[in-house]
């Protein structure tokens, strides 16, 4: 589980450096899709689910909420 999110850790800095030329609408997509997929797959390591389902409800959540969110 720690290698997991090592791995989550380092994709969501490598996302977050290459959101200069996005516009604020797909900087929120991105953001909210890896900040969704940590939380997933955070609450599913504590509550003995799949990091992976997790993360993955997790990212899609966090991107639709960002989208919308980034779009204001």
């Known amino acids: 589980m720690k290698r997991f999110l090592a791995f989550t850790a380092a994709l969501t800095v490598a996302s977050l450096v290459g959101c200069t030329n996005m516009s604020s609408q797909q900087q929120g997509t991105l953001s909210g899709a890896a900040i969704g997929a940590a939380a997933g797959a955070g609450i599913a390591a504590i ?24 779009g204001k």
């Open 47 to 70: 509550s003995g689910g799949s990091g992976w389902t997790g993360a993955a409800l997790g990212a899609a959540a966090g991107g639709v909420v960002g989208h919308i969110r980034g």
